[in-house]
């Protein structure tokens, strides 16, 4: 009999969240760098038997980085995730919200569309279920600012996905966003898949 092995790869820009995201959903001690660009390669995680969560480095500008393996990192991403040998369940991709407003309007200016949109609508078009859309970072600003990043992600004409507002700082709304990946989980795996 085959055992296949899913993937939940957890995908965003540096220093968004996502070694932190994949700490509190495993229980996990990655290392979590105060500087964007720690997570430099693609780190399996176990979750529970044959579902792992994916440690995806950050795609964009990394301070002190080349274009060269900026460029490379993103060849990585977009490999894995394009690759078909991988069981991908769902993606999550994690945005922090303190900065999102000022990036992507700067970017706006350019005629440039987001690199988080983009992901969005390519991690979309790769998977059977909707992305899981994170915002982190709430605990940052006001509530006002909240509500216009939601309205400008909104804005654009992405496929359906579920978003989630949380603070992996002060641990707002993660344990919604967990039960909400456990419940993904056990809906398309099974109720063998409800313990961790």
């Known amino acids: 009999m085959m055992t296949f092995i899913h993937l939940i790869p957890i995908s965003g820009r540096p220093n968004a969240g996502k070694t932190s995201l994949v700490n509190?959903?495993?229980h996990s001690k990655r290392?979590?760098?105060?500087?964007?660009?720690?997570t430099l390669s693609i780190a399996s995680v176990p979750l529970v038997k044959n579902l792992f969560l994916i440690d995806l480095p950050g795609f964009g500008r990394i301070t002190k980085r080349?274009?060269?393996i900026e460029d490379q990192i993103k060849d990585e991403i977009i490999l894995f995730l394009e690759d078909p040998s991988n069981q991908l369940l769902f993606v999550i991709?994690?945005?922090d919200i303190s900065t999102f407003h000022n990036m992507v309007t700067s970017l706006e200016k350019k005629g440039v569309i987001p690199l988080d949109i983009e992901m969005i609508q390519f991690i979309a078009e790769r998977t059977?279920?909707?992305?899981?859309v994170v915002l982190n970072k709430i605990d940052k600003i006001t509530t006002t600012l909240i509500e216009q990043n939601i309205a400008l992600l909104?804005?654009?004409?992405l496929p359906e996905f579920d978003f989630f507002l949380i603070s992996l700082k002060t641990k707002i709304g993660c344990r919604t966003l967990r039960n909400r990946v456990k419940e993904l989980v056990v809906q398309e795996l099974g109720s063998n898949y409800q313990h961790w």
């Open 24 to 26: 509190y959903l495993s």
């Open 31 to 38: 290392p979590v760098g105060k500087h964007a660009g720690t």
């Open 66 to 68: 080349s274009k060269k």
């Open 93 to 95: 991709h994690i945005i």
């Open 128 to 132: 059977y279920l909707p992305p899981v």
């Open 154 to 157: 909104k804005s654009y004409d």
